[in-house]
């Protein structure tokens, strides 16, 4: 069963494209602030919980299914933090990231999983299982979203005190 199409189907393309946006400025790579740095995972944590609310028939394997890709996500997320190259100006507040694709290709999958939902509201069937839709849009949130908090978390911690430069 798939709900008929409402404002809830536009936001949730309106916030997948809102992080499809906001990823493509970041793949780019270059200087930015630490917030804009977090705006596509908060944009795909958004989409993702709004076509979740969307399963109305769901059973205990969408559950588990939703799940798996949320914890599969996070963890290749986690993982890309961590591999990234990230350079830190705190004084000035200003992150450093080199120039990728990786989250573009999440961003643009979740975007897809959420023109899937609102075609299928408009049609009034489903084209895809919406459990489906909403675990895969889990593994893109849990990606973008664990990359986005491995970087903060670099960003904000103090440096170790074997690795601060000393003076000549």
Same mark, same amino acid.
């Given at each position: 069963?798939?709900?008929?199409?409402?404002?809830?189907?536009?936001?949730?393309?309106?916030?997948?494209?809102?992080?499809?946006?906001?990823? *493509?400025?970041?793949?780019?790579?270059?200087? =930015?602030?630490? &917030?804009? @740095? #977090?705006?596509?995972?908060?944009? !795909? %944590?958004?989409?993702?919980?709004?076509?979740?609310?969307?399963?109305?028939?769901?059973?205990?394997?969408?559950?588990?299914?939703?799940?798996?890709?949320?914890?599969?996500?996070?963890?290749?997320?986690?993982?890309?933090?961590?591999?990234?190259?990230?350079?830190?100006?705190?004084? *000035?507040?200003?992150?450093?990231?080199?120039? =990728?694709?990786? &989250?573009? @290709? #999440?961003?643009?999958?979740?975007? !897809? %999983?959420?023109?899937?939902?609102?075609?299928?509201?408009?049609?009034?069937?489903?084209?895809?299982?919406?459990?489906?839709?909403?675990?895969?849009?889990?593994?893109?949130?849990?990606?973008?979203?664990?990359?986005?908090?491995?970087?903060?978390?670099?960003?904000?911690?103090?440096?170790?005190?074997?690795?601060?430069?000393?003076?000549?």
């Amino acid at each position: 069963m798939i709900a008929t199409l409402s404002l809830a189907n536009g936001l949730t393309l309106l916030f997948a494209a809102l992080c499809l946006w906001t990823m *493509a400025l970041q793949s780019r790579g270059g200087v =930015t602030t630490l &917030g804009r @740095v #977090a705006l596509p995972g908060g944009f !795909a %944590l958004l989409a993702t919980l709004m076509l979740l609310a969307g399963v109305f028939e769901t059973s205990i394997l969408f559950d588990i299914l939703w799940v798996v890709a949320f914890a599969s996500g996070s963890m290749i997320g986690r993982i890309r933090g961590w591999t990234l190259s990230v350079q830190t100006n705190r004084e *000035a507040g200003l992150v450093s990231l080199p120039a =990728t694709v990786d &989250g573009l @290709v #999440a961003a643009l999958i979740l975007a !897809a %999983l959420s023109g899937i939902d609102f075609a299928s509201a408009m049609l009034g069937e489903a084209l895809i299982e919406p459990g489906y839709i909403a675990a895969a849009s889990a593994l893109c949130a849990g990606f973008l979203g664990y990359r986005v908090l491995v970087i903060a978390l670099r960003v904000v911690r103090p440096t170790p005190p074997n690795n601060v430069s000393r003076t000549a």
